[in-house]
């Protein structure tokens, strides 16, 4: 067999015990959040209808589509039939258009899964990664819009990520913002694109972008000069309150606004020049950023478009998305936690000197299980020296001796890692020993179903 | 656009909260009981390189490989460089190959996750589905292969699927059992196949089985008369017994008895016909079946030759994998749950009669869920007989009125939902009224982190 390339396919991960354990608990935490405010979970399958997926993102997306090989007989025909999901969104929209009436109205889900696109890979952009959605389909009063919003700021929340500032705007306000200073509308989505950049650039850096993008003199001038002011939301809404659609932008952005319970966990801005997918959204817009970083950690709003997509009626819906993978690498940071690493390790790790006592530690640590303490019996054989350092390697808290002279004796010895500390006790009491020295509480031992919920 | 076809593809599901549900908590309960025994998880891509994944699972496993198009220039050639995981062995043989002595050494390693496979669907058969795997790579000694059989069994104990009977035998018995009645090794596998019917065709029809392939009528009657002793298994033994390679066989397999507690949770037989993949697995093999079900729920082995395939050496390896797909629609059926159901529902639906009322009803909600209450506060408008019929869809067990009356007095109403019982009371006595009226320990509220121990 010719030497095969055993790393993982470009732009995709092997997930060792600490990443996968990392994922599983804030996974967890963002569906409790999510569970909280009502939202069900659905999942779909890796794959879509080739039909599903085409169209539905643009010439750019359309070519980080993986699609599938036809199969059998058709397989040489080089067409593909299926798809790898691309997002969370058109899974829900067909979900939405198949089981229509049978689903709750509004249907309020989320879903945690992977998705797949064909990108460049680069530090941070996978090709396989986590996106985390929730959506309202068929909620069209502004409590879903605030809902969704409420729901994400509770889940970063949860997930130690307070301090989240939520930019809010809306897709009228915006079209005001443009009308309003003589933009032509041909020239309004490049021209909230340079906007966008405000934070990063400066009112001198979007004013020359503008000008690049062939905005005319006078509304340069103009907006120069509201982002330069003391105020400039103020500024820019006052302009903004000239139009009348921008107007019905501004008043749902202060209705919304209203809605929005003071948690503690965020604070709420009205952000006028915060321009998401234009020809996506269709209301509110927002984002939420954390002051540990120069990046969205969240976002969505109202589009009420797509959902409907592969039915014969509109259906409105308000989602939003949590970065998870962005969110993922923070937390790690936080927890020190190198890529790659091991997980928490068992709490003990069981030498076998001899094969001749392997029957009776497999016994004691079947007891010790059975009180809620995870024992891993080492299953490579060899001297002691090399057992011990396996315990270490694997993160264990202690290695448990058994051999000739305590199985003789009734009794274990017991050797905590970090500290060297030897003891040799009766075996009865090396369950109530090692529950104490993991600290956790005592007589709870395993429970009717035979988990334990200090190992849960 | 011409209607597109919103099923999901062939073969694969739309999971709803109740599957959902019940899968998570399966899953955890699985992770628990193999932790508790000291394997870790790993998580790899969903896709595997192309010639990862060919050649490995013979000619009519290839064929149900999903392939994936190359992209970008390369997607006219209709040619194929990635293909869907099609197990979970695979992968670990390319991770063992891939990061070899960063590894642990025995590596312990447990892996839930879809594997992808375009065979036929069929009831309870999918082309998408999950496979639940652990193993030992690197461990040589039978610890290791009563560690796997000690956690299979546990993880299947955990999920209240306790009576298992662990039918063992091993590769050279098997052998051993083909030259013992003189059949030529030729034929030895497709014999084994026959014998391995024997629980449900019986003695006779075993011996017709054996006929038709083709083996020698004195070895038929041999075996024919073996199998309808009054014990088949002490016949078989004594006559696999005057083989060496027998012999080996049965003394490991004795020996690996003598390492199995008895735990309660199964029993353990020595089963002399039990014949699984002989091409793959080469020391001992078990399958766990339950009094419930006629086929098997969990099997494992020996495969030494396998996990080593991506490098020069040869790795020591044993696994088991649970039917996770059989055991999900036992558990689904014991908790008389209907597929594509809806998962618990939220605590408290809270209605808002009029948009003016949504701000307060927010913020009630909000004040809800710190204590630990989960509310869905309801997005489509509409009259208070159409929320409250949502919030039994939704099952909802109790549903919140807070109206202008409500607001005034500081109170708010709540109708438990199975009894129409209503209760109105001051707003800072709902959450201790809910969590009695839910069951749930008091005092608790939020904890520090926001989450609350009850809806975890």
Not at 246 to 253: A, F, M, P, V
Not at 325 to 343: C, D, F, S, V, Y
Not at 351 to 368: E, I, N
Not at 372 to 387: E, F
Request: glycine residues 12%.
């Amino acid at each position: 067999m010719p030497p095969v390339d055993v790393s993982p396919p470009s732009g995709t991960r092997d997930l060792f015990p600490a990443d996968v354990l990392l994922r599983r608990r804030t996974f967890a935490t963002v569906q409790d959040a999510f569970e909280r405010h009502g939202f069900e979970p659905l999942d779909t399958p890796a794959f879509e209808r080739l039909e599903v997926l085409t169209g539905k993102y643009g010439e750019e997306g359309e070519q980080l589509i993986f699609r599938i090989l036809r199969r059998g007989e058709h397989a040489a025909s080089g067409e593909a039939d299926l798809a790898l999901r691309y997002d969370l969104t058109v899974p829900l929209a067909r979900v939405v258009a198949r089981y229509g009436s049978q689903l709750p109205q509004p249907f309020k889900r989320y879903q945690i899964a992977s998705v797949w696109r064909a990108d460049r890979p680069g530090r941070g952009r996978f090709r396989e990664f986590t996106q985390c959605d929730i959506d309202i389909a068929g909620g069209d009063t502004l409590v879903a819009d605030a809902t969704v919003i409420l729901a994400v700021v509770d889940a970063l929340a949860a997930l130690g990520l307070d301090g989240v500032t939520v930019h809010l705007n809306d897709r009228d306000a915006l079209h005001g913002l443009v009308a309003a200073y003589g933009i032509p509308e041909a020239l309004g989505a490049s021209a909230l694109t340079a906007l966008d950049k405000l934070a990063k650039v400066g009112a001198d850096g979007v004013a020359a972008e503008l000008r690049e993008r062939g905005v005319a003199a006078g509304a340069v001038d103009a907006l120069h000069a509201d982002l330069s002011a003391a105020d400039p939301t103020a500024a820019l809404v006052a302009r903004i309150g000239t139009d009348a659609r921008g107007r019905t932008g501004l008043e749902r952005i202060a209705a919304l606004q209203a809605l929005l319970p003071d948690t503690g966990a965020a604070r709420v801005v009205h952000d006028p020049v915060l321009a998401r997918g234009l020809g996506y959204y269709t209301g509110p817009v927002f984002e939420c950023t954390h002051p540990a970083l120069d990046a969205s950690i969240a976002a969505g709003g109202r589009y009420d478009g797509l959902i409907g997509m592969f039915g014969d009626e509109p259906v409105p819906a308000v989602g939003g998305s949590l970065g998870l993978e962005r969110i993922l690498l923070i937390l790690a940071e936080q927890q020190g936690q190198e890529a790659g690493g091991q997980g928490p390790g068992p709490d003990v790790l069981a030498t076998v000197l001899d094969p001749d006592d392997a029957a009776d530690v497999l016994a004691v640590a079947a007891g010790l299980r059975a009180a809620g303490v995870s024992v891993d019996v080492y299953a490579g054989g060899g001297r002691m020296k090399k057992q011990l350092r396996h315990a270490d390697r694997r993160g264990a808290r202690f290695a448990l001796v058994r051999g000739a002279d305590e199985r003789a004796t009734g009794s274990v010895t017991l050797k905590e890692l970090a500290t060297g500390e030897q003891t040799t006790l009766p075996e009865d009491a090396a369950a109530r020993f090692l529950r104490d020295r993991l600290g956790r509480a005592d007589g709870a031992g395993a429970d009717a179903d035979g988990t334990t919920s200090e190992t849960a």
